[in-house]
């Protein structure tokens, strides 16, 4: 239980085109996901907090024209990433809470989306 | 600065050697989680800690909440070679937000 989803595994991209990652949850309904990114031997690096029917939270310093977030529905959050350069090339992660499950601050990840910008 | 901070950042030892690694902070939380993420992977839960001073065991993986809720640690009993990967500690941090170490990487060598 507890499975959340990630489409595409992997992207490559050229620069300046705009590239959209999809974050699912399968087997329970997510009223908030999260989105991360990770740089080469570093750890997670919270982006956005994604909340369905209203609008993200981003962090300090995350653009948030250049980062789309998009939580349509209880099991599906999106993030587009505009006019992509190459230094947004990075391993990006989604993860889902389930209330219903677990405890509060349990967050389940996606397997994540390698994305290269050339 | 850092909200959690975990040592050692690289421990490299060979198979069924122990190991124990370190999660700590000022900060009291109300839980703390332990990840396993591989390479090209997300992170996967191993456990959520909870009260001061509980331990947990998952297998050969044994986890400790400090008594003072600030810190953790996690030891690893006769490593095997796929106990290898990046183990991430992380509390909440205000906001449903969950703030990670940095993380302890482990190589267990055959």
């Known amino acids: 239980g507890a499975v959340v989803s990630q489409h595409p595994s992997r992207v490559i991209c050229k620069s300046g085109t705009s590239v959209k990652i999809e974050c699912r949850s399968l087997d329970f309904q997510a009223t908030t996901m999260f989105w991360y990114r990770q740089f080469p031997k570093q750890s997670l690096m919270l982006m956005a907090t994604s909340n369905e029917g209203s609008k993200a939270t981003y962090e300090q310093g995350v653009e948030k024209d250049k980062f789309l977030i998009n939580h349509a529905s209880l099991t599906l959050s999106t993030l587009t990433v505009t006019s992509a350069h190459p230094e947004d090339s990075s391993f990006y992660i989604c993860?889902?809470?389930?209330?219903?499950?677990?405890?509060?601050?349990?967050?389940?990840f996606g397997p994540g989306t390698r994305l290269t910008v050339l | 600065t850092q909200l959690l901070e975990q040592s050692p950042q690289f421990l490299s030892i060979q198979e069924g050697e122990n190991l124990t690694v370190y999660c700590n902070s000022s900060s009291v939380f109300s839980s703390l989680q332990w990840y396993r993420q591989e390479p090209g992977e997300g992170p996967v839960l191993l456990v959520t800690v909870v009260t001061g001073g509980e331990v947990k065991k998952l297998k050969r993986l044994t986890f400790q909440f400090g008594d003072a809720r600030k810190d953790s640690s996690l030891h690893i009993t006769a490593a095997q070679p796929g106990d290898t990967g990046l183990y991430l500690c992380a509390g909440a941090a205000g906001n449903n937000r969950l703030a990670f170490g940095k993380g302890n990487q482990v190589v267990v060598i055959p």
């Open positions: 993860s889902a809470r389930d209330l219903r499950r677990g405890l509060d601050n349990e967050q389940f």
